[in-house]
């Protein structure tokens, strides 16, 4: 059985108080349920944000990021073995700002994944098209080059440590959504596209989420759909009480 899954996704917005007010707060609107909920803080916060988590068994922590080399002298980086000895379950990978503003290729999330998984951290594998591509009609082409050329090296046993996150780029801070259908569309094909490397049990098992200017007014109706277990969340969830209504969409 897949998990749903709702992820805040900070970025660099919130100073040390801001964000342990967030987390509190959080985790006060929260009961225990079903969805997996997971908070992804800058990384100066994150030690002290996945310590407040610590007991919450339905609440993990993520890093934006990781460096795609193991060791040494790379001033400023962050190794998947620090985030792992802090006792971190995912990162991040592949989001478009990253690819975009910090020139991140495929074959780069390529190594970032792999020292995600031999660090045993879970990796959310983001994907998505620019409005050229979409308008070009190659975005199908264009998500299943980023999912097989950064992923399809792994073994079945290492691809069960991928979530997919399909954040189409012209929908993130917009505040236009992907509409419900053109979202199932494109969860629809990256399952095909994993069931046909991968075979059923992977691609019936593995969690892709939707982000994009979701929100609570659409996030029930992305959820709704049979292939969206979830979002990946932007500026919605650097509100307390947007993020929970969100994650209670379910
Ligand atoms: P918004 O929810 O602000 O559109 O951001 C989505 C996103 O990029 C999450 O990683």
């Known amino acids: 059985m897949r998990k749903n899954i709702v992820v805040g996704n900070w970025k660099m917005n919130l100073q040390r108080k801001e964000s342990l007010d967030l987390v509190g707060k959080v985790i006060s609107l929260l009961e225990n349920q079903d969805v997996e909920v997971v908070l992804a803080p800058s990384y100066t916060c994150l030690y002290k944000v996945n310590k407040m988590c610590a007991d919450l068994s339905f609440i993990q922590t993520a890093s934006q990021n990781i460096s795609k080399n193991k060791k040494g002298a790379f001033t400023g980086e962050v190794s998947a073995e620090m985030i792992h000895s802090m006792g971190v379950k995912y ?68 691809f069960s440590k991928i979530v997919i996150a399909y954040e189409p780029i012209w ?15 494109i969860h629809a094909f990256i399952r095909s596209v994993i069931f046909d490397k991968y075979g059923m049990n992977v691609s019936a098992n593995c969690s892709v989420l939707y982000g ?38 379910f």
């Open 171 to 185: 929908a993130i801070g917009t505040g236009v959504t992907a509409s419900s259908p053109q979202a199932e569309e």
């Open 212 to 249: 994009g200017s979701c929100n609570p007014n659409n996030a029930k109706e992305l959820f709704s759909n049979e292939n969206i277990d979830g979002g990946l969340i932007g500026g919605a969830s650097l509100d307390a009480n947007s993020f929970v209504e969100i994650i209670k969409s």
């Open 91 to 158: 990162t991040i990978l592949g989001h478009s700002e990253r690819r975009e503003y910090f020139n991140e290729s495929n074959q780069d999330l390529q190594m970032k994944v792999d020292l995600a998984i031999s660090n045993d951290l879970d990796v959310i594998f983001c994907c998505g098209e620019s409005l050229e591509h979409r308008d070009a009609g190659i975005h199908f082409d264009w998500i299943k080059s980023q999912i097989e050329e950064s992923l399809f090296h792994l073994s079945e046993d290492e």
